[in-house]
Nanobody
Framework: QVQLVESGGGLVQAGGSLRLSCAASGRTFSPYGIGWFRQAPGKDREFVAGISRSDSSTDFVDSVKGRFTISRDNAKNTVYLQMNSLKPEDTAVYYC?????????????????WGQGTQVTVSS
């Protein structure tokens, strides 16, 4: 069992930045690929970014490419989502999730463990 806890969300003006953290506990972190998803009110959960277990590949939804980066520190059992140039449409609850397997997963059913989420609100 892997427990995931997100932090770093908050209220920011458009154009600002936030760094989300996903801290894992319970099992060795390194065998898991990590994804970030977000869900806005009335919308489906959407893949935002992911990083493979080997740290060799990353993937991003088109709408955040060039603005968001993802990284992991296996020694700290933590994955980071750096979000720059934030837009009001980035407003959502952001979730991190862990999955077994080598590739970056982009669909929620591919993930085995989920955090509780952290709210990100971008004002215009």
């Amino acid at each position: 069992q892997v427990q995931l806890v997100e932090s770093g969300g908050g209220l920011v003006q458009a154009g600002g930045s936030l760094r989300l953290s996903c801290a894992a506990s319970g099992r060795t972190f390194s065998p898991y690929g990590i994804g970030w998803f977000r869900q806005a009110p009335g919308k489906d959960r959407e893949f935002v970014a992911g990083i493979s277990r080997s740290d060799s590949s990353t993937d991003f939804v088109d709408s955040v490419k060039g603005r968001f980066t993802i990284s992991r520190d296996n020694a700290k059992n933590t994955v980071y989502l750096q979000m720059n140039s934030l837009k009001p449409e980035d407003t959502a609850v952001y979730y991190c999730a862990a999955r077994r397997g080598w590739a970056v997963g982009t669909l929620p059913p591919e993930y085995d463990y989920w955090g509780q989420g952290t709210q990100v609100t971008v004002s215009s």
